[in-house]
């Protein structure tokens, strides 16, 4: 079926703003997970859900992040006030959930965010 | 943060040449996993090696493991102008029931044609 799909794929936004990104995971697949690319610090590792519930967000930089799934299928991040050093590509990833040592991630082609 | 370093961060051959691109991790490991990324943007999986796998192929592409020295080797064998593209080595840890990916830093492939 279709791959992981992210919309928008580019956002422009002013400091101080909100933002909601969108992440549709293959159909069928129980684990989804947020990462972002910037320049400075690589690939990182944001949140994790399987399901509807969120059993790893160690990873989310501050209380401005926030992210929910619904239905087990569409998940949202949101950005609250965002800052300059928000800048970066936010991927989104989904597997099948299965196990854990052969559990492939797929990514979708992520949503390049500016904070201007 | 990131997981570990891999080597070189810039390669760069000529086609029909063999790439390989070095990855080293840091903790114990469930599996290991490869992905290429073109043009900043999403990341294509390559291969999945288990942490009980020493060696995987996959058409033009050997991933091999040492969990002993905590690496893995990713060969590109005849290699295209369209392998141009960054590579990067991913790991799952043994803790619990994680399962988030933590990322090397990344190797730069130019495959000049």
């Known amino acids: 079926g279709a791959g992981v799909s992210q919309s928008p794929s580019n956002k422009v936004t002013e400091k101080g703003k909100d933002v909601e990104l969108r992440c549709d995971p293959i159909s069928g697949h129980t684990a989804l997970y947020w990462y972002r690319q910037s320049l400075g610090q690589g690939l990182e590792f944001l949140i994790y859900f399987q399901g509807n519930s969120a059993p790893d967000k160690s990873g989310l930089p501050s209380d401005r992040f926030s992210a929910e799934r619904t239905g087990g299928s569409v998940s949202t991040l949101t950005i609250q006030r965002t800052q300059q050093e928000d800048s970066a590509v936010y991927l989104c990833?989904?597997?099948?959930?299965?196990?854990?040592?052969?559990?492939?991630?797929?990514f979708g082609p992520g949503t390049r965010l500016t904070v201007l | 943060s990131q997981q570990g370093e891999e080597d070189p961060q810039a390669l760069s051959i000529q086609e029909g040449e063999n790439a390989t691109m070095n990855c080293s991790y840091k903790?114990?490991?469930?599996?290991l996993q490869w992905y290429r990324q073109n043009s900043g943007r999403g990341l294509v999986h390559l291969i999945l090696?288990?942490?009980?796998?020493r060696e995987k192929h996959s058409g033009r592409l050997r991933v091999t493991l040492d969990t002993s020295k905590k690496s893995s080797s990713l060969l590109i064998t005849a290699s295209r102008a369209a392998d141009t593209a960054s590579y990067f080595c991913?790991?799952?840890?043994?803790?619990?029931?994680?399962?988030?990916?933590?990322f090397g830093s990344g190797t730069q492939l130019t495959v000049l044609p």
């Open positions: 991913a790991t799952v840890p043994i803790s619990g029931s994680a399962r988030q990916l933590t």
């Open positions: 090696i288990r942490s009980n796998e």
């Open positions: 990833a989904s597997s099948a959930g299965g196990t854990v040592g052969a559990d492939t991630q797929y």
């Open positions: 903790t114990s490991i469930n599996n």
